[in-house]
Structures are given as structure tokens and as C-alpha cells.
């Protein structure tokens, strides 16, 4: 039988000589009989208590509904359980929301632990409501994708500390977003809007034993799953440990270079502001001074109107792979190639990407940052990732990838694509497109 | 606390109210002492025993090595416990072999459970030592080739009973193959010989625990995993349980049509002995009746020189996709296409196959029967295997198989290989080409 002493000030608590971290104690946020402590913010559908759990039902064209603890939390670890039942519903569980007057006219915003029933299962990811939307959808980890069982009781942790926002499902790590927008803020339950199609109300979603830590919080060990961190140009800690480094510093040209062993461009590319930008001025394409094997990069990028640019790696000259950078709707290079081969996020000439899930909000938009995400195994085996979802797999050097280009633009490179390392390359392509949090790590078997 | 009773003859006992299976008495093969009731047939490797292991030691510049139970075993379950020491050497157990002096001057031949510390990992394989090769390479069961741990005690299971032999490593299934070569025979211990290079010799191979069962015989339940059959035009139980039929009935042309429409050839085709042949002599392909949408196919198929065929699924007309059969060496298509996607197994035009595993001798021989199986996921998931290896994979209508299309041969044929089902053709195309064990069985979510 173990003892632990509980220590309420420090975390740390001797015990013979092991030093065992405890965290503060859970305050229950449901008493199991009543609402007290909650109340309804924006929409109308019904909350109501039944054996011991908090009931939300679905209504007919009504908005997003939402109960909030009286309360507001700012660093948390939050836990409690849900369930499903009369068919699937979109829910989510609010943490650091706000309401006021002033935005959008009282509507409640901001993260959102999704709960998803859906075949599409993104539970536990990280949306941002009625503001920037998916903020970590879990197809980002898709281990993930098979732990929330609607029929079931099904157990939810969030652990909000700092700028880190790390979920579990059923024990199952599923996000971990680090993001500083919005430290504190309401705890709320979402009942989601659903369409006029009958049917769709009278379901209802169940939580029970929410409960909440807010003092001397232990953060649970590191769990491996991809951190997304949208603080610009930096690098968490728990990046660090992971081998990740900024590829651009931010600021200035150091370790890039011109393309074709030429200095810098002098011209045609701009580094203010935390931000590179090519401006589609003949300054031509620049290269990473370093060469890579294999390694994990990602990137936010903006496109302008019309924009083409690049990111190519295993880079020969001006020559390599290219993870396309493209404004698909208005430039002409997108109906070339073959069956959209030419497309963003596409293999350049190769392999078109896979169509983004529908009806998420992560579709590229002209103007704003996007999350690009190159993975390079050392087995050979490649994947682009847009906006937290894989649209293109290959293996460089296999028969499917030699048969590709044996019928490309790339037919009479020998070789191409298939160096052993080699440099990463952002494209000059005549457009203005932007560039930051550049990122790189290297990967080990 | 629950207690079995013990039925030494039927196999079934009745405890109160459940039936429950027993099987007959385990008997040891080995006394944890010395080697009584072994005996070395073939080879000089030193057999020893240490610790309560038999142990097997690696020389250098001998043959294959056999240390035999003095007993003859048929139909038994056999388990034991196997580890490696000194790094890894290549080893088996022997079952149902046999010792002939008419063969191949008393080498011992016959059905080798593998045990393979090398980074191919095929152990709990079935080789056929000495006769046939591999039977069931572990490569037709992914999940089982990170059962076997070289360097602790591993737990091994054999199931053989009547023609179906089943092995397992730690518990996972490995293995499922229904063959009747050869009823009974010694059980042994493999010392694989080694090279004359340095460091490959003292590498030791220790057995313990070693027992049997002979009676009362109680198989495991079914897997799931592959099963192959070398019974010829024949589905076993097994096989039926899992929806697998006959496409040919071995004997008529029920269920098969010329293509395009016309009534099954009056010659060109020949329908004896339990083969369906090709004579190249313009009989025309031949179609199922039958359309398929989901699907798992397999047949064995054999070349003959410079032969061209094909296994055609998704037909529309003469046209779709194709399990290309071809005499790599002979047959001038082989280096036409792009990048070898014209060869033996590839996706015809479209994608080449990944290379077979080197050394292994399951290279596809002219005058031979050949395993090939194809395989139609509800998914769209499309998958090639030849001789037990996936050498292509791909999902029907993917944006990469699209742009695959738009640069073939098939460029002009809108919707090539979209239908949502089609017959399966076995192509004419000049040549001689036999078929036999042609079966299929649907597939479901």
C-alpha cells in the first residue's frame, strides 16, 4: 500500500527519499443534483441533470448553446467524463472562453476541446470557437482518431498551463497546442447547433464528475504527439527537448543563402517584422546553408492573390522535390500537370495532394497563415501535411516514385529527388509570399 | 479457483452446466539434463545442454545441422521456448521431416518452422527445407514480424493437424498453411550452416521446455490471418469460413465468358488435368460472369518462356486494371512503360512493383507455380502480392492514382479503372499461360 503526503504549497513533497510531485486538490465543479454554479451563456437548447450527470439536448434550429461555471480558470487541469446518446451530436467543452459585449455581440468564444461523434472522430482536438477555428485537429495525430467511444462513458483530461494546452481521451494523448491568446477565462459546455433536417434534435450529450485542479499543477510526462505552437518565430521547451530549432531566426539572413552558391539576395526578399518575405522581385530562390537527411520541418506561409512559390528540399542546384506553394483558384499553373499534380501542398508535378476534409474551416485562404509540415523519414518515406493534415505520402526512390518521374517534367534529371541530403530551398517564383516560424528538426530511426 | 477435469480419450468433459475442451496429456521431449531421446541427423554442429536449454552452437564451414527427437510424429501441438545468444544465426524446428536415402543422399527435407533473428524477421515462417522453399513466408502477416525478441526466451506453438499446420511466437499467430505433402515425420532442431567469414560462428540457438501433445488434439480458434492452401482447385473449411470460394471449378467453364460479350472460346483455352491454360493460339481473353466490387483473389499461375498475360480486374469491355503477368527476362514489355511498371505483378502502365526480398529463393521461376492474390478493399485500397509480398499498393481514384492515369497509356480512357465493379478477365495475349486454385471471396467493412 502507498502513501502520499499531499503538500499544498510547493508540489514537492519528501517521503522517505523519494521525491514524489502531488498536485493540488480536485474541486468537484457539479454537485450531481442541480446546477448550481452554472448557467446558460448564448443559445437556448435545455440543460438539465438526470442520474447524476449534466444533460445537454439538441433543438431544432437553434444556435450554439452553452453552460458555463460561475467561475473563470486560468491555469487548470480539468477532467470529467461524457458520453453520447440518441445518435451523434457535435459538442465541446469551452476552456478560456469569453464573453463581451464587444465581440460579435456577446457571443462566446474561444478554445474549444472538441467532442466529435462523427465518423470524422477529431474529439480532443483543439478549436478555436467563433474566432480562428481548428486550432490542433487530431488529424494531426492520428493514434488519436479511435479514442472516443460515443455509446460509452468516456473520460476527458485538459491540462491548460501557461501557454500549453494538452487534452487525453480515455488516457490516449490527442492534443498539444501552445498557444498564449487568451490565458484565462470561462469553463462552458457546448450543445451545438443542429440543422432543421428532423432527426437531428433530441440528442444528448452527458458529463458527470467535472472536476478541476487550479493550484500546484503537475503536468502530465511528455507523450511524443506533434506540438503545434502558434507564438511566432519561437521555440517551446518542449519543442527544444524534441530537437526542433528555428531554420530562420527571425530577423536576419544567417545560415541562408542564394541558390546556385550565389551571396544572399541583395534584393527581393524582406526580413522585418518576424516575417520573410519574397517579393516577387527577381531576387531569386535562397537556400538553407545546411543540408539534411532526414528531418521533420514546418512553417506558417501566406500567399498573396495569384501567388506561386515553393519549398523544395534534397535540393541539387536549383532542382528538388517541391512541396508547391500556390493560389490555386488564380494561378494558371494549378490545371496544368496531371490530374492537379501542380496544386498547393502537391509533390511538384508528381503527386497531386489529397483533398482536405470538408466542412472543417481548414481550407487555405489567400492572406492569412497557413501550417505547412514536411516529414522526411530516414526509411525514405516522405509526407506533406497542410493545415494539420496529410495530403501527400510517398517513398523517394521506390518503384511508384521512379515510375512518377520517369513520366515528369523531371524525366531526363537522372537521379532526381534522390540525393542523400541536401539543402531546403524557399522559391522565387516572381509572387509575393511570406514566410515564418521556419522550423527544423532532425530524424533518427 | 476453477478446476478442469481431465479427459484422457473424447477430448469433452462435462462440468456442470459447460462443456469444456481439454486436450490430451502434454509429454516432455526433453529431460533438462542431457540428450537422450536426441540424435544429430545431417551436419557437425555441437549439440549441448546447458542450464536446462539444449543449445545449439554455430560452425563455421559446416552444413545444415539436425538434432532429432528419436520419435516419428504426425498429427500433434508442439510448443517450446527459444532464444538466441552471440547474435543473430539463422535455425528452425523441424516437423514432419524426413530422412531418405533416396533423397538427395539422406539430407533431411521437410517443413521448417523458422526461426529468424535477422532484420527480415521472418520467424514462425514455414519453410519446406530442402524441397519446395517457402511455404508461408511471414511477410503475408505483417502484424507477426515483430513477434519474435532474438535476444530473451520466446514462446513457441506449432498446431499440426491433418494437413493444417498453424504456428505461433509469444502468442501471435504467424503462420496458417494447409498442405498434405507429408503426413508425419521427425521433429528437429536446426543449427543453420554459416559462412567461412570470421564473428559468424559460437553463436548459439538454446531450446527449452520442449513438449507435445499427440492426442485429444484441441486446434486453437480461428485468426483472421492469410491462410494459404496448396491444395489444388480445393477450398478448405478454413477457407470457407472465411467466404472464400472457387472461381474455376477446375474442371468446366462454368461462371466464365469471352470477353467483350462473346460466348466462352471454342479453343485457345484448355480446361484439363486441373489447369486452365492459355495456348495462345487467339482463343481471346475470358471473363467472369460474375462482377466484384470488394474482393480478395488469389491463383497460382505459371509462365512459360517468354509468356504475357494478365489478371484483369474492374473490367470494362477488354479494358482495366491489371495484375500484369510477364517473363521479366524475355519479354521485351518488361523494359517498355516507365521505370519497370510493365513487369511481372506491377500495376500494368501504371506502377512498377517493389523488388522481392533478396535471398530468399521465392523469385518467381519459370515452369512453376506462382502465388499471386489480389486484393480490393472496400476502402478503395488496392493491394498486389506475388508469392506472399506486397509489391503494390495503392487506393483506386486517389488524386495519385489519377495522375498516375493521366500520364499512362489509359490517358484517353475517361474513367479508367473507376467502375464501381466488374468481372475479373484472364488475359490472351500470344502466349502460354496456365491457372489453377483460382479463388475468391467478397470483401466487407
Known amino acids: 500500500m502507498k502513501t502520499f503526503l499531499r503538500c499544498g504549497t510547493g508540489g514537492l513533497s519528501f517521503f522517505g527519499l523519494a521525491v514524489v510531485l502531488t498536485a493540488g486538490p480536485w474541486q468537484s465543479l457539479f454537485n450531481g443534483r442541480?446546477?448550481?454554479?452554472?448557467?446558460?451563456?448564448?443559445?437556448?437548447?435545455?440543460?438539465?441533470?438526470?442520474?447524476?450527470?449534466?444533460?445537454?439536448?439538441?433543438?431544432?434550429?437553434?444556435?450554439?448553446?452553452?453552460?458555463?461555471?460561475?467561475?473563470?480558470?486560468?491555469?487548470?487541469?480539468?477532467?470529467?467524463?461524457?458520453?453520447?446518446?440518441?445518435?451523434?451530436?457535435?459538442?465541446?467543452?469551452?476552456?478560456?472562453?469569453?464573453?463581451r459585449p464587444d465581440y460579435r455581440e456577446g457571443r462566446l468564444h474561444g478554445y474549444q476541446v472538441e467532442l466529435d461523434p462523427s465518423a470524422r472522430a477529431w474529439t480532443g482536438g483543439i478549436y478555436d470557437e467563433a474566432r480562428r477555428g481548428w486550432l490542433?485537429?487530431?488529424?494531426?495525430?492520428?493514434?488519436a482518431l479511435t479514442a472516443y467511444e460515443p455509446g460509452r462513458w468516456n473520460h476527458v483530461r485538459v491540462e491548460a498551463i501557461g501557454p500549453v494546452i494538452r487534452t487525453w481521451i480515455?488516457?490516449?494523448?490527442?492534443?498539444?497546442?501552445?498557444?498564449?491568446?487568451?490565458?484565462?477565462?470561462?469553463?462552458?459546455?457546448q450543445v451545438h447547433s443542429v440543422d432543421n433536417k428532423p432527426g437531428q434534435e433530441g440528442r444528448r450529450i452527458l458529463w458527470r464528475n467535472l472536476r478541476i485542479q487550479t493550484t500546484d499543477l503537475v503536468p502530465s510526462p511528455p507523450?511524443?504527439?506533434?506540438?503545434?505552437?502558434?507564438g511566432v518565430n519561437t521555440v517551446s521547451p518542449e519543442e527544444q527537448a524534441r530537437g526542433w530549432r528555428l531554420l530562420w531566426d527571425g530577423r536576419t539572413a544567417r545560415g541562408w543563402r542564394g541558390a546556385d552558391g550565389r551571396p544572399f539576395p541583395a534584393a527581393g526578399w524582406s526580413l522585418a517584422d518576424g516575417v520573410l518575405t519574397v517579393l516577387g522581385r527577381d531576387g531569386g530562390d535562397i537556400v538553407t546553408e545546411e543540408e539534411f537527411s532526414a528531418f521533420e520541418l514546418q512553417l506558417e506561409f501566406?500567399?498573396?492573390?495569384?501567388?506561386?512559390?515553393?519549398?523544395?528540399?534534397?535540393?541539387?542546384?536549383?532542382?528538388?522535390?517541391?512541396?508547391?506553394?500556390?493560389?490555386?483558384?488564380?494561378?494558371?499553373?494549378?490545371?496544368?500537370?496531371?490530374?492537379?499534380n501542380r496544386t498547393l501542398a502537391s509533390l511538384y508535378d508528381l503527386i497531386p495532394r489529397e483533398p482536405l476534409?470538408?466542412?472543417?474551416?481548414?481550407?487555405?485562404?489567400?492572406?492569412?497563415?497557413?501550417?505547412?509540415?514536411?516529414?522526411?523519414?530516414?526509411?525514405?518515406?516522405?509526407?506533406?501535411?497542410?493545415?494539420g493534415v496529410n495530403v501527400v505520402s510517398y517513398r523517394r526512390g521506390s518503384p511508384l516514385f521512379q515510375a512518377l518521374v520517369a513520366r515528369s517534367k523531371f524525366a531526363e534529371n537522372p537521379g532526381f529527388g534522390l540525393a542523400a541530403r541536401g539543402p531546403i530551398l524557399l522559391q522565387d517564383h516572381q509572387s509575393v509570399v511570406r514566410f515564418r516560424s521556419i522550423k527544423i528538426r532532425p530524424l533518427t530511426e
Open 34 to 99: 442541480d446546477l448550481t454554479g452554472w448557467r446558460v451563456v448564448n443559445g437556448t437548447a435545455p440543460y438539465a441533470v438526470a442520474d447524476g450527470a449534466i444533460v445537454g439536448t439538441t433543438v431544432r434550429g437553434t444556435p450554439n448553446s452553452f453552460l458555463a461555471a460561475d467561475r473563470e480558470f486560468g491555469d487548470f487541469i480539468f477532467e470529467c467524463e461524457v458520453r453520447h446518446e440518441g445518435g451523434p451530436a457535435n459538442s465541446g467543452i469551452q476552456i478560456r472562453s469569453l464573453v
Open 136 to 143: 490542433y485537429p487530431p488529424s494531426l495525430n492520428p493514434r
Open 170 to 189: 480515455n488516457g490516449i494523448p490527442v492534443a498539444h497546442l501552445i498557444d498564449d491568446v487568451t490565458p484565462a477565462g470561462l469553463l462552458a459546455l
Open 223 to 230: 507523450d511524443g504527439i506533434f506540438i503545434r505552437n502558434t
Open 302 to 340: 501566406q500567399l498573396t492573390e495569384g501567388a506561386n512559390s515553393g519549398i523544395k528540399y534534397f535540393v541539387s542546384g536549383r532542382l528538388g522535390l517541391e512541396y508547391q506553394l500556390l493560389d490555386d483558384e488564380r494561378h494558371p499553373d494549378a490545371t496544368k500537370g496531371a490530374a492537379g
Open 357 to 387: 476534409p470538408e466542412g472543417t474551416g481548414i481550407e487555405p485562404k489567400i492572406g492569412e497563415w497557413q501550417h505547412a509540415r514536411l516529414v522526411v523519414r530516414p526509411d525514405g518515406s516522405v509526407e506533406h501535411w497542410l493545415n
